[in-house]
């Protein structure tokens, strides 16, 4: 992994931190004209192997990132989980984490992948690669991807 994580809103300085069960990156954004860090809480990446589950490979709780060692974090994966932490800002957390298992629940026994058709999921797996789209996103803009599930 990199150093660096270039974005288009400004450069990401990660930051190591080494213990015997967890490897901990803080993200910081850095302004491009100045270098200066201009906000600490980015993302913060905590690399374990007790989370995720079996079959993910990062989870974003609470705005934290966390990773199994060894997985890379590729900036349309990092887009994905600023996503979601867009999502959860604008959802207070708590309110966030309620719709999405409601909406796993409720979307379990109805055609195709369950977690892949949640609407949080759905808007950033759209968008992922966009990675311009958190500059320009909406306020609760996920609600657009509610109606339709294809995957
Ligand atoms: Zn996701």
């Not at 302004?31 to 690399?47: E, G, M, P, W, Y």
């Not at 058709?117 to 306020?139: G, M």
């Amino acid at each position: 992994m990199g150093n660096k994580l270039l974005f288009s809103d400004g450069f990401w300085l990660q930051k190591h931190v080494k213990c015997p069960f967890l490897s901990i990156t803080y993200c910081c954004k850095l302004k491009t004209d100045s270098q200066k860090l201009c906000n600490f809480a980015a993302v913060k990446i905590v690399r374990t192997s007790f989370l995720p589950f079996h079959g993910f490979s990062a989870v974003n709780l609470l705005g934290v990132l966390f990773v199994h060692p060894g997985v890379y974090l590729s900036n349309e994966t990092m887009n994905h989980e600023r996503i979601h932490s867009a999502q959860q800002r604008e959802m207070l957390f708590v309110f966030f984490y309620l719709a999405y298992v409601i909406e796993w629940i409720v979307r379990l026994p109805m055609r195709g992948n369950a977690y892949r058709n949640i609407s949080f999921e759905r808007e950033a797996y759209a968008n992922q690669r966009n990675l311009d789209y958190l500059n320009s996103r909406r306020p609760y803009s996920w609600r657009r991807y509610m109606k339709r599930a294809r995957h």
